[in-house]
């Protein structure tokens, strides 16, 4: 009674398709697709990406001191 039922699903199925057309749901569908793989690709780049910047912040190098000086020389 307070949900949406199955035959109310395939009446709005209908009309949308009757607005659109299938071609262009197609299309649609296709975009939509493209754009949630694009967007899983990402997360994952971006989690492998996450991961080579703590392995360059755990490298620990050694560390020189120095001082440069210059002296200066007589020219003649």
């Known amino acids: 009674m307070g949900g949406i039922g199955i035959w109310q699903l395939v009446i ?3 009309i949308v398709i ?3 057309g299938t071609k262009k749901l197609r299309n649609m569908g296709g975009d939509l ?3 949630v793989k694009n967007f899983k690709k990402s997360v994952k780049d971006g989690s492998a990406d996450a991961a080579d910047a703590e392995k360059v912040e755990n490298k620990t190098g050694r ?3 120095g001082e440069v000086t210059v002296e200066k020389e007589d020219k003649v």
């Open 18 to 20: 009757v607005i659109f």
């Open 63 to 65: 560390v020189i001191d």
């Open 12 to 14: 709005v199925l209908l």
């Open 33 to 35: 697709g493209s754009a």
